[in-house]
Structure formats: C-alpha cells, structure tokens
C-alpha cells in the first residue's frame, strides 16, 4: 500500500500522515500513482476524491472485520453461557443436597 494511515510511511519512505497537501500531489504525479494525461498535475480535490474512496475502502474492511469478530464473540458468549447454567444446577444440586443433610443432622 503506497498511502498509509496513522504514520505510515510509503514505499519511497515519505510519511505521507504528516506531509503538506502540496507535497502529497507532487509525491503522486512523481510516481505517477494516478493514471493522468499526459503533463496533467493532480488537483487538490481530485486528491480529496482519491482520499476519500481510499478511506471508504478501508472503513468498509473494517466494518466487514468487525461484523465477524462480533459473530464470533456472540457464538463464544452463547458456549460460556450454557457452560455457566450447567455449573450453576450441579452447584445447586450439591448445596441442596449439603443443607438436606445438615437439616436432617441438627434435628
């Protein structure tokens, strides 16, 4: 990926998070990132627009990721759940049957 986000440098080793608009475009029609015509410089809102559908990109991973992490998350709190419920009956169960005895013992 030649734009990072959050400090990431590019494969030319420019940290693309901290550098000028200006420097952006110059570092795009430098590598010739854009397809362009030929002697056509990139303009600040064609560079929004590429920035913008990069970040769209990015958002719509995510929200892809996350949709299935919460899949997974929702499955493993379902198992834990039922795990608690049957710990629960046989703790019952056994304190049940302690105080029957303990009733029976003390009278």
Do not use: W, Y
Not at 2 to 13: H, I, P, Q, V
């Amino acid at each position: 990926m030649l734009f990072g986000a959050c400090g990431f440098e590019s494969r030319s080793g420019h940290n693309l998070t901290r550098m000028p608009i200006k420097d952006k475009i110059e570092l795009l029609n430098k590598f010739k990132i854009m397809p362009q015509k030929e002697n056509q410089q990139i303009t600040q809102k064609e560079l929004e627009k590429i920035f913008n559908k990069q970040t769209l990109t990015i958002l719509s991973a995510l929200d892809k990721k996350t949709s299935s992490l919460d899949k997974k998350i929702d499955s493993v709190d379902i198992k834990l759940s039922k795990k608690i419920d049957v710990m629960e009956t046989r703790f019952n169960k056994k304190l049940d049957r302690l105080t029957t005895t303990l009733d029976k013992f003390l009278k």
